[in-house]
DNA sequence: TTGATAGGCAAGCAGTTACTTGCCTATAGT
DNA sequence: ACTATAGGCAAGTAACTGCTTGCCTATCAA
C-alpha cells in the first residue's frame, strides 16, 4: 500500500502530470525518449535530469515501475494507486463516511 | 472548472485531508470549530491561523465552499472537484486515452 | 459602551521542492 | 582499446510551503 500523501504529491506536479500523459500513451519508454517526446508532443521542455528526478518521485509513490535493459533503462506506468486514491478519495467521500 | 494541479496541492498535505475528513463527517462548521474537532477527534493538534490559511487554500481549490453568518463563516465540503479529478485521471487512464 | 468572541492581514522563518551544473559509471558500437 | 550513448550522483540555488507571531477588524452579549 502506497502512501497517499506521496501519490498526491507526485500528481501536484504539471511536469509530472504531463510525464504521466506520456507514458499513458506509450508505454515502455526510457528517459530519453519521454525528454524528447515531452518537447515535440506536450510543448514541454525539461531537461534530462530534471525528468529524471521526476521519474524517480514518481517511482517511489508506486506511479511508474521501471526494468533495466542493458543500457537502456524502461519506465511503465502503474495505475494502482490511481485506483486507490479513487477508492478512498472519491467514491466513498459524496455518500458515505467509514 | 477548477485547476487540476490545485487540487492535488490541496490534497497532498496530510492536514488539509484531516479538514476535509472532518468536513466529510461533519458539514458547515466554522474555523474554530475545525481547529477543536481535528485536535479531540482527529489526534491533529494545529494552530487557528494555520487551519484558517488551509482552508483558503481549500477554498480556491474548490474542495471547500463558505458562507458568513454574522460573525461565523461556516465551512461547507465540495467533492465536485474530487470528481473531475477522478473523471480526469482515475477512470480513463486504465484502458483508453482521448 | 465595554469586553469577549470569531476571524483577517501580513511579515518573517525554517524546511522543502524543482531545477541546474558538473562530474562520474556502465553499456554498446567500431 | 576508444568513443559515444544512457543514465546516476551530489552539491548549489532560487522559489515555494507550512507555520508562527503580532496586531487589527467585526460582530454579539452584558
Known amino acids: 500500500m502506497?502512501?497517499?500523501g506521496d501519490v498526491f504529491k507526485a500528481l501536484a506536479?504539471?511536469?509530472r502530470r504531463h510525464i504521466l500523459?506520456?507514458?499513458a500513451e506509450r508505454d515502455d519508454q526510457t528517459l530519453f525518449e519521454i525528454c524528447t517526446?515531452?518537447?515535440t508532443k506536450h510543448q514541454f521542455t525539461?531537461?534530462?535530469q530534471a525528468v529524471s528526478q521526476h521519474l524517480e518521485l514518481l517511482e517511489a509513490a508506486g506511479l511508474v515501475r521501471t526494468r533495466r535493459e542493458g543500457r537502456y533503462k524502461f519506465h511503465t506506468l502503474d495505475t494502482t494507486p490511481?485506483?486507490?486514491i479513487a477508492e478512498r478519495w472519491v467514491r466513498t467521500?459524496?455518500?458515505e463516511n467509514p
Open 2 to 4: 502506497v502512501d497517499v
Open 13 to 15: 506536479d504539471p511536469t
Open 21 to 23: 500523459d506520456e507514458l
Open 37 to 39: 517526446r515531452l518537447g
Open 46 to 48: 525539461s531537461s534530462r
Open 82 to 84: 490511481l485506483a486507490q
Open 93 to 95: 467521500r459524496p455518500q
